[in-house]
């Protein structure tokens, strides 16, 4: 079974930084796109940040400049998030689409979310 586990969140101040890491495990074979969403109080979920395989990433306008996604070469991607702003604060997803076989059939699998907390 797959497994998407963050971890890295918590309380920051305004223009600080916090890494957010997520590891896949379990029967993995493969991992195609991985990805970070955000669900704020109140609001639906929302991407943030995607990275393909080969590392061509994408981020949400309100994010550039200040976030950055990456990937290694084995189940990892990590959100460097820096300057901060209250407007962050949310639950942080990992996304990745995973095969857990030779055959390629990719699934979305989700984590359990990271709460980030920006104070001002």
């Known amino acids: 079974q797959v497994q998407l586990v963050e971890s890295g969140g918590g309380l920051v101040q305004a223009g600080g930084s916090l890494r957010l890491s997520c590891v896949a495990s379990g029967r993995v074979f493969s991992i195609n796109a991985m990805g970070w969403y955000r669900q704020a109080p109140g609001k639906q979920r929302e991407l943030v940040a995607t990275i393909t395989r080969g590392g061509s990433t994408n981020y949400t306008d309100s994010v550039k400049g200040r976030f950055t996604i990456s990937r290694d070469n084995a189940k990892n991607t990590y959100l460097q998030m820096n300057s901060l702003k209250p407007e962050d604060t949310a639950v942080y997803y990992c996304?990745?689409?995973?095969?857990?076989?030779?055959?390629?059939?990719?699934?979305?699998?989700w984590g359990k979310g990271t709460l980030v907390t920006v104070s001002s």
């Open positions: 996304n990745a689409a995973i095969a857990d076989t030779p055959s390629l059939k990719y699934t979305d699998y």
